[in-house]
DNA sequence: TGGCAGGGGTTGA
DNA sequence: TCAACCCCTGCC
């Protein structure tokens, strides 16, 4: 058992906004809240106050979960000096303790090639199917890993139709065979300028500008990735150009995010978001 | 119970 | 620029 004492951190929120699909919520009556993978090291939380709690193998250790939730005091300081603007300080109030998870890289990429035109609820159950058709089983337990680019590339198009992929079965069965082949150096993603590295990306089948961007956001600490989603341009459109009937192009609300949030608009969009489609339209 | 619309995007012509 | 792509969910 692990435990942890945290600020400005909600399990619930951080779990549930869509940015991460390996992870399941347990009934009110379990003991435990969530069910899911740090880094493939499948484990049990739940948070009582400031306190999480880990269940998982001996490999599960603080720095771990620290890396994966971002529960470092450089994050601390980039959450306490975010611009002041105020649907964002509003997002931040109500959602409060919502986090940027750090997720691995080909599994981030993978699950949001298979995101497109579906909703949260689709994306977990392929990431579960593909664990359980496909992946190694993780000794002592009934737990999968998420397959590697490898593993899918030496498969057909229709295994991966079978795991509910629909069309984008091809996009992630040639995406697997590009990563497989040594297509993209991850690393490197991490060091390139924006731009460079999310035209990088969308040298993946299946791979756009938005699915980049949120790649870069949730697996390459880009912070200032702006996935443009359908809500994203309905809240940016709703929120800051309220007079204009018309929804502005993406190149303009792009520049607006740069200048209201800056190098930080990453996390900006991350508030904004979920906060925008649990609490915002549900008030009106 | 069944039909229908619509959904967190990308591709290829 | 726009149709086509799968299939699940919610609604009537």
Redesign the pocket.
């Known amino acids: 058992m692990l435990q942890l004492i945290t600020k400005n951190f909600s399990l619930h929120h951080t779990l549930s906004?869509?940015?991460t699909f390996c992870w399941k919520q347990l009934p009110a009556s379990a003991s435990w809240q969530w069910q899911g993978y740090i880094y493939d090291i499948p484990c049990l939380a739940r948070q009582v106050g400031n306190v999480i709690i880990f269940e998982g193998s001996a490999e599960l250790d603080e720095a771990l979960v620290r890396r994966y939730f971002n529960l470092t005091p450089a994050w601390d300081q980039i959450l306490s000096s975010l611009p002041d603007d105020s649907w964002l300080n509003q997002a931040r109030k109500e959602v409060a303790g919502l986090r940027c998870v750090h997720e691995p890289w080909w599994e981030c990429t993978a699950n949001f090639i298979c995101?497109?035109?579906?909703?949260?609820?689709?994306i977990e159950?392929i990431n579960q199917n593909l664990r359980s058709r496909f992946g190694q089983v993780i000794s002592g337990t009934s737990f999968y890993r998420f397959p590697s680019a490898e593993t899918l590339a030496t498969l057909s198009e229709k295994d991966l139709?079978d795991c509910?992929?629909?069309?984008r079965a091809?996009?992630l069965f040639r995406a697997a065979h590009q990563v497989s082949h040594g297509a993209i150096s991850w690393n490197s993603l991490e060091q390139m300028p924006l731009q460079q590295a999310s035209c990088e990306l969308?040298k993946?089948?299946?791979?756009?500008?938005?699915?980049?961007h949120?790649i870069l956001l949730y697996a390459g600490n880009h912070l200032d990735a702006f996935?443009f989603?359908?809500?994203v341009f309905r809240l940016m459109h709703e929120l800051y150009y309220p007079k204009r009937r018309v929804m502005p192009d993406q190149k303009t609300m792009d520049r607006k995010a740069q200048k209201l949030f800056g190098a930080t608009r990453g996390i900006a969009q991350h508030y904004l978001?979920h906060w925008y489609r649990t609490c915002y339209m549900k008030s009106r």
Not at 164 to 167: S, T, V
Not at 204 to 212: P, R
């Open positions: 906004c869509g940015q995101s497109s035109l579906k909703q949260i609820p689709q159950q139709r509910k992929l629909g069309y091809k996009h969308q993946l089948a299946g791979v756009g500008e938005k699915v980049a949120c996935p989603d359908v809500w978001f």
